[in-house]
């Protein structure tokens, strides 16, 4: 029984050794890896935003009510960027509540525009492949 008993508590300790661990030494550690990784790409959301724009990737990104990216945090691509994915508030007076899943496709930039493009892929489905 005792041995039991100190089996249990080693296996706690080492469960909370690791998560102390994840949480002050890896967690800081991938978030410092990803600043660094970004620091030299086109990263502000404005300059993404207008690269996008001047190039009329897919001739509807100028056109696009909504354009939105975010960090692939799969590390596939730089960005994963949708267009006119959005949702008609539920107090609107006309079609409220309405969903639009958009398309989305995925980027990759250096520090002054697009290098690379995915092909257009469904908002609801999954994420564009890196071929």
Sequence with gaps: MKSIGRIL???WLSIAAFG?????????????QRVEKYRHK???KTSL???????????KTAHAKFVTCDFDY???????????RYVIPKDAKIDPGRRFIGTKFGLMV?????TRTSALYPGDGPDPPLK
């Excluded at 102390?20 to 410092?32: C, D, I, Q, S, T």
């Design 9 to 11: 508590a080693l296996a």
């Design 20 to 32: 102390l661990f994840e949480g002050f030494v890896l967690r800081p550690l991938l978030a410092r």
């Design 42 to 44: 086109l990263g502000s």
């Design 49 to 59: 935003e207008a690269a996008l724009r001047e190039a009329d990737l897919f001739g």
């Design 74 to 84: 799969r590390d596939n691509w730089d960005f994963i960027c949708s267009i006119d």
């Design 110 to 114: 250096d520090a002054t525009h697009i």
